[in-house]
């Protein structure tokens, strides 16, 4: 009877040692093993929003439609641009004009100075002539010579003036033909950008747009949801973080149908925000006086790139779906 006694006490020491092992091993793997099931499936959204205003003439795409980079979504109303163009289009070629009439203009007055000063050297020579004669030539002759060539020297001196203010006046006319070619290369995008194109590969959401209603340059009127951009934020207790370094492989597990993903952590976020501590009214720390005596452990963001080329065929992503995160550290 003893040794039966004995036996059963071993046993029952066996099992209740056993049982107290797994328990602390089972909690350890809670508190510690890198793993959660608080994750999310982000995406990356672009908010559309045209670039000019105008009345929406078209709206080519309907809710949740899948499009491709490229794809017209909606148009804007295109007739004041088009005058706007047409309008570039004339001030540039009055301009192109201008210029052209400037480049006359100083050819004439490079032209005139040449003839200017090929009279001065003429009237210049006859007057040094003139004085080197001497009394063979009465005084007056003399002076009249030498008042023709400084006259003509001043006429000379005049035609340069001209050719410079020429000159100026065609840079003049260059500098406004290259400020009519940017108004027309801005009216010609203007009227380019009354065509709302799809910036990304997605899938249009939150479609708020009809015929007729007003788009205003740069407010948003739909999400387009980047079908490469999808990602997972798994929200990891602090406990878990020492086991976690960029680069692990990650096994994912979403709530939708149990589909398995793979995917790998591509950064941890460096900070939250701390709701027991907020700034005061004079910027001052606002301490909370009360203390929970109940401390839950911190979760932090933790990013994870999705495997696409391992992703099963027909698996359908959503932004905002819940998933299971379980780490396997390559330091482990």
Not at 70 to 99: H, K, P
């Amino acid at each position: 009877m003893k040794i039966q006694s004995l036996l059963r006490f071993l046993i029952t020491a066996v099992v209740v040692v056993v049982a107290l092992l797994l328990g602390h091993a089972l909690w350890k793997h809670y508190l510690y093993s890198p793993w959660t099931r608080d994750g999310r499936v982000r995406a990356e959204v672009v908010r559309v929003a045209p670039d000019v205003s105008g009345l929406v003439t078209a709206v080519a795409v309907r809710d949740n439609q899948l499009v491709r980079k490229g794809d017209l979504l909606f148009a804007v109303d295109q007739e004041r641009y088009r005058n706007a163009l047409a309008q570039a289009e004339a001030n540039l070629a009055a301009a192109e004009a201008n210029a052209r009439s400037a480049g006359a203009s100083i050819d004439a007055a490079l032209a005139t100075a040449a003839a200017r000063k090929a009279d001065f050297e003429m009237r210049q020579q006859q007057a040094r002539r003139r004085q080197k004669l001497g009394d063979l030539i009465a005084l007056e002759d003399r002076t009249d010579a030498q008042s023709a060539a400084n006259s003509a020297r001043a006429t000379w001196q005049q035609a340069q003036a001209s050719g410079h203010q020429a000159g100026s006046a065609r840079e003049q006319a260059r500098a406004a033909v290259e400020q009519a070619q940017v108004a027309l290369e801005l009216a010609r995008l203007n009227l380019e950008r009354t065509e709302v194109r799809a910036p990304v590969d997605g899938y249009v959401t939150n479609l708020d747009i009809r015929v007729g209603d007003y788009a205003a340059t740069g407010s948003p009127r739909l999400a387009l949801i980047d079908s490469h951009g999808y990602y997972i934020y798994g929200y990891f207790e602090e406990t878990k973080l020492p086991q976690l370094r960029v680069g692990d492989p990650v096994d994912i597990r979403l709530m939708a149908g149990g589909v398995h993903l793979k995917g790998t952590i591509s950064g941890i976020a460096r900070g939250i925000t701390d709701r027991d501590n907020p700034t005061g009214s004079d910027l001052l720390a606002d301490v909370n006086p009360t203390f929970n005596w109940v401390r839950l452990a911190q979760r932090v963001p933790v990013r994870i790139a999705i495997d696409a080329d391992r992703l099963p065929a027909g698996t359908v992503l959503a932004a905002g779906m819940t998933a299971t995160i379980e780490v396997r550290p390559h330091h482990g």
